[in-house]
């Protein structure tokens, strides 16, 4: 099977690097903390898994020794330097390899790491996900890809072992575009899950049970679903962080200044999350949110 480098090892990382290594991948490794990368080459050897997975010094010689390169990062300034530095992954990769970025990032980064690329014989994809921490624990990630079509058909089997609901949505950039999109709606839903329970617990109603009600209704959503309910429980231990929605509704702010598309709206619930997390709450999942609506700050 493919040699594949997985750099960033994070919430969502790690467990994905752990499905490649269960189905058998040889891996490469590199992480900022090598704490992760030591946790796994010891998960490989307790249970037998092969091959054991190699880390790595840098981006730089996890690229020197893969076919595909997979960087799971936190925001677009590491992309570009793990990508792109001068130790980074562009820098060792051979003639014919395979680079997804699934890191949520910036579109206009990711058109040119993907023209950096080509410079070199590499294929650069943009590959985001959404399902958070449990889908990437799950394998059920939905992943949207921006690229070559050739090198997303190459890229495909790595990507079926990672998530369910993969899409080759368009060239380079675009699947950070449709990432930006789908963090609108995530976090504009989080905003009206919140202002719903807040104004049904204000007039007096069981938050709960009008909950409850309408999960079997036309408002149903995976958002009242579950992050309604940590509204409830006041339980946000962070699956996706607030300060990390924040970033992503930003890049969505500056990609629609550039294309002229309207986000009054977006504009808005930007602005709660830049109060969430200058208030100190920015570690706290994005369903945090609530704290403000509901003027709920214990």
Do not use: C
Not at 51 to 75: E, F, H, K, W
Not at 105 to 133: F, I, N, T, W
Not at 277 to 297: C, N, P, Q, Y
């Amino acid at each position: 099977m493919q040699t594949i480098g997985f750099i960033g090892l994070g919430l969502m990382g790690k467990p994905m690097a752990e499905h490649l290594l269960r189905v058998g991948y040889s891996l490469v490794l590199h992480n900022r903390n090598r704490t992760s990368v030591d946790e796994l080459i010891a998960l490989a050897h307790n249970s037998d898994f092969k091959p054991i997975p190699r880390a790595a010094g840098s981006p730089r010689q996890v690229a020197q020794a893969s076919d595909v390169v997979i960087t799971m990062l936190p925001n677009p300034a590491a992309v570009a330097s793990v990508i792109d530095g001068d130790d980074g992954v562009l820098s060792g990769a051979r003639a014919g390899a395979i680079v997804i970025d699934m890191s949520t990032s910036h579109p206009r980064l990711a058109r040119e790491l993907y023209a950096q690329g080509a410079a070199r014989g590499v294929s650069v994809l943009d590959a985001p996900v959404s399902g958070g921490q449990v889908g990437a624990q799950q394998a059920t990630l939905s992943i949207m890809v921006g690229g070559d079509a050739d090198a997303f058909v190459r890229a495909l089997p790595v990507l079926q072992v990672l998530g369910k609901n993969i899409v080759h949505v368009g060239g380079a950039g675009a699947g950070q575009i449709v990432k930006a999109a789908n963090q609108i709606i995530v976090g504009l839903t989080i905003e009206a899950v919140a202002e719903a329970l807040a104004f049904v617990q204000k007039a007096g109603v069981d938050g709960a049970k009008a909950r409850e009600v309408m999960l079997g209704g036309f408002a149903t959503s995976r958002i009242l679903e579950l992050h309604g309910q940590r509204m409830l429980q006041h339980n946000f231990v962070p699956g996706g962080r607030a300060e990390t929605h924040l970033k992503d509704l930003t890049i969505a702010l500056e990609t629609a200044q550039v294309s002229g598309a309207n986000l009054p709206i977006t504009a808005q619930v930007a602005e709660m999350f830049q109060t969430l997390v200058e208030r100190g709450f920015g570690g706290d999942d994005h369903s945090a949110l609530w704290r403000i609506v509901a003027d709920d700050w214990a």
